[in-house]
């Protein structure tokens, strides 16, 4: 079955804590991104990648660094999370322009 | 303006009416344009790709006017089960890979 996969779902941390998000996919997909979304904002793109070792920012990139080293994996790093950063968070990826979307991880950081 | 609008609704419909909402887009250039389901605090779901032509799926059909740069939603026999929040998705011009979002559309089907 095709799928984006998140880990962790759901997660609530203290601020300063460094925190990684993985995403993974099982499409062999070039392009994988992440979102965030937030009550009456929609989503925003805060990093994407067009294939391995390629990555750019999006909309919001501050407070979030991405790698990818392999096809399947764009895990997305909180180096120091603050308040502001709770919010839910997807993954996606496509090799066109619709998009599949992992379930979502909702992070709290107190 | 921004380059994606949807009115936020909600929209508060009777089970079995039709309900039809739009999706604005700034950029004459874009050229991939879909329709996303959301139920609440879940992912986004890819509902219908919007073609030139028009497409239908069921009891629901999805437009494009280029001339006035919008598309359009519209739910036929609405069911409880259609209550949740519709995104529109625009292509990036420059990118067909990236996306502009809309905030959404809330949809309440009422019995």
């Known amino acids: 079955e095709a799928q984006v996969t998140q880990n962790p779902r759901y997660l609530i941390t203290v601020t300063g804590k460094k925190l990684t998000v993985t995403c993974s996919q099982n499409?062999?997909?070039?392009?994988m991104s992440w979102y965030r979304q937030d009550p009456g904002l929609g989503l925003r793109q805060i990093y994407y990648?067009?294939?391995?070792?390629?990555?750019d920012k999006g909309d919001v990139p501050e407070g979030y660094k991405v790698s990818r080293k392999e096809k399947r994996n764009f895990p997305l790093i909180l180096e120091s999370p603050s308040p502001n950063q709770t919010s839910l968070y997807f993954c996606?990826?496509?090799?066109?322009?619709?998009?599949?979307f992992g379930p979502g991880t909702r992070l709290t950081v107190l | 303006r921004k380059e994606v609008e949807q009115d936020p609704g909600p929209f508060n419909v009777p089970e079995g009416a039709t309900v039809a909402f739009n999706c604005t887009y700034s950029?004459?250039?874009?050229?991939?344009f879909f329709w996303y389901r959301q139920d609440c605090r879940k992912e986004p779901k890819l509902l219908m790709s919007?073609?030139?032509?028009?497409n239908e799926d069921g009891r629901f059909t999805a437009q494009l006017n280029r001339a006035s740069q919008y598309i359009s939603l519209l739910i036929r026999d609405s069911k409880l089960s259609d209550s949740a929040t519709y995104l529109c998705?625009?292509?990036?011009?420059?990118?067909?890979?990236?996306?502009?979002w809309g905030a959404g559309t809330k949809l309440i089907i009422k019995p």
């Open positions: 996606a990826s496509s090799n066109s322009g619709s998009k599949l």
């Open positions: 499409m062999n997909h070039e392009y």
């Open positions: 990648s067009m294939n391995v070792e390629v990555t």
């Open positions: 950029n004459s250039a874009s050229q991939s």
């Open positions: 919007v073609y030139s032509s028009g």
């Open positions: 998705a625009v292509n990036h011009p420059e990118s067909n890979y990236q996306l502009i």
